[in-house]
Antibody, heavy 118, light 111 residues
Framework: EVQLVESGGGLVKPGGSLRISCSAS????????MNWVRQAPGKGLEWVAS????????YYTDPVKGRFTISRDNAKNSAYLQMNSLRAEDTAMYYC????????????WGQGTLVTVS | QSALTQPASVSGSPGQSITISCTGT?????????VSWYQEYPGKAPKLMIY???NRPSGVSNRFSGSKSGNTASLTISGLQAEDEADYYC???????????FGSGTKVTVL
């Protein structure tokens, strides 16, 4: 059974930093592009960032460029999102989602970790 | 504002069929066959229901089907059941700098 487990969320002040993690099991992690998708309270889903299986390709949504950094450690089956210069509008549930390299859908999702900027 | 437009809510009686639309542009829905649909229960992680416009992952009921015409994709739920009551989001690959866009979400209510 595939499991993606996020951790590291919490309350942070505007301008602060936070690093959230995603630990994966039950899948060949090194074959998957890992993504972060967020959902602000009462709002829809928003793709945030993705990193390909060997970290060769990295992409971000425009609102977080220059502030967020996605990374991964295939030896630890983990992905990370370093968030700096946080703003109130970054408040959201952050989901880790997997996507097989070369495919364009998110097949597995974690339960999410809540980030509150206030 | 979400990039893809979905109706805020759709409802139907048990056994009926409902269709949720997802309208984008030539740069996303209309330009690629990479539309996917996700089901989300309150407080739960989203679940993939349809990928690449009309394909169902293993384990997803065949009551769920997807299609696309021009810049609009659709998710149809046939034989509506109480357990189908959830939020549904469409997503598409996009040629813009944002790799993927989501719809605003549709709340499905089973009457």
């Amino acid at each position: 059974e595939v499991q993606l487990v996020e951790s590291g969320g919490g309350l942070v002040k505007p301008g602060g930093s936070l690093r959230i993690s995603c630990s994966a099991s039950g899948l060949t992690f090194s074959r998957y592009t890992m993504n972060w998708v967020r959902q602000a309270p009462g709002k829809g889903l928003e793709w945030v960032a993705s990193i390909s299986s060997l970290s060769r390709y990295i992409y971000y949504t425009d609102p977080v460029k220059g502030r967020f950094t996605i990374s991964r450690d295939n030896a630890k089956n983990s992905a990370y999102l370093q968030m700096n210069s946080l703003r109130a509008e970054d408040t959201a549930m952050y989901y880790c989602a997997s996507r097989r390299d070369g495919y364009n859908y998110f097949d597995f999702w974690g339960q999410g970790t809540l980030v509150t900027v206030s | 504002q979400s990039a893809l437009t979905q109706p805020a809510s759709v409802s139907g009686s048990p056994g009926q069929s409902i269709t949720i639309s997802c309208t984008g542009t030539n740069s996303d829905v209309g330009g690629y066959n990479f539309v996917s649909w996700y089901q989300e229960y309150p407080g739960k992680a989203p679940k993939l229901m349809i990928y690449d416009v009309s394909n169902r992952p293993s384990g997803v009921s065949n009551r769920f089907s997807g299609s696309k015409s021009g810049n609009t994709a659709s998710l149809t739920i046939s034989g509506l059941q109480a357990e189908d009551e959830a939020d549904y989001y469409c997503s598409s690959y996009t040629s813009s700098t944002t790799l993927y866009v989501f719809g605003s979400g549709t709340k499905v209510t089973v009457l």
